[in-house]
């Protein structure tokens, strides 16, 4: 009994740490304070000003661009090559789940520095010309999401039942066709866990982001400028922007929301695939 208590506790020990410093930021962005901790009366202000602010609006429209868009694509990728390793042959499966951890394990900073050392050659070597701009960020991006879609999808892939898409090829129905119809219902709540998780790792990067970007999306012929990138820069020169505490409450309420959707959607997938599994076993 003294075990489960301890346990628990430590739990929400854990759970307090974590939450907070964001529990303290969505406190004081009812206060226009300029320094956290400072109290200067309730207000809402801050949200309506941070909606005002140019800036820090062009860098939250670059920052859901590129995560949406790499989300989408690292998704698309991830799961391909997933599937493809799952119908390849063992030592070839293994190859690919070799070469997926090196930049899942490989320091951010390392991964980051090679891009650039490649852009920087194409730049010089093939293109002659600059060649740093929205594609090559959403390349980087790519490199750092696709590998974490590969290891969510490949789990629903190993738990699925393989004999459902070869009875759609005895039945006549085309690879593609067998595919969309029984493979990715099945993968499917691992192919939302990596879009999810693409896109948390694109909105939350710096450093690919700090070495690969350049001019493009909102920012025009400026480069791109990012929530990350934008912080960073006004660190520099001062406090940071009392308006992101605000933007930070918003972006908390909807993950959060994200989150439960995503919980109650999986919840009820695998109520329906449990059931159908028991229609069968009868």
């Not at 406190?27 to 602010?53: C, H, I, K, M």
């Not at 959060?256 to 159908?276: A, D, F, M, P, S």
Request: charged letters at 15%; a positive charge; one cysteine or more.
């Amino acid at each position: 009994m003294m075990k489960k208590v301890f346990g628990q506790c430590y739990i929400w020990f854990i759970l307090l740490l974590m939450y907070l410093p964001v529990l303290v930021l969505i406190v004081f962005s009812f206060t226009e304070a300029t320094n956290v901790g400072v109290w200067t009366g309730f207000s809402w202000n801050l949200y309506p000003r941070l909606f005002q602010d140019t800036q820090i609006m062009t860098a939250l429209g670059n920052t859901v661009i590129l995560a949406v868009i790499s989300a989408v694509a690292a998704s698309i990728l991830g799961t391909m090559g997933a599937i493809g390793a799952f119908y390849s042959k063992k030592r070839v499966r293994k190859a690919y789940d070799m070469v997926n951890q090196i930049p899942v394990v490989n320091a951010e900073i390392v991964l980051a520095l090679s891009l650039t050392v490649l852009f920087v050659f194409c730049s010089e070597y093939i293109f002659k010309g600059q060649v740093f701009s929205f594609w090559t960020l959403l390349i980087g991006h790519l490199v750092l999401c696709v590998p974490f879609v590969y290891i969510s999808v490949k789990p629903k892939l190993e738990q699925m039942d393989p004999s459902l898409y070869e009875a759609a090829l005895d039945l006549g129905a085309t690879p593609r066709v067998a595919l969309i119809k029984t493979t990715l219902p099945d993968i499917m709540p691992g192919v939302i866990s990596g879009f999810l998780l693409s896109i948390t790792l694109s909105l939350d990067d710096f450093i690919v982001t700090r070495f690969t970007r350049g001019p493009g999306l909102l920012s025009g012929e400026n480069s791109i400028e990012t929530l990350s990138t934008l912080v960073q820069a006004k660190i520099k020169k001062g406090p940071i922007p009392v308006e992101m505490r605000a933007l930070t409450t918003i972006l908390f309420v909807l993950v959060i929301i994200g989150v439960v959707g995503v919980t109650i959607y999986r919840n009820q997938q695998e109520k329906k695939l449990l059931k159908l599994r028991g229609k069968k076993n009868v």
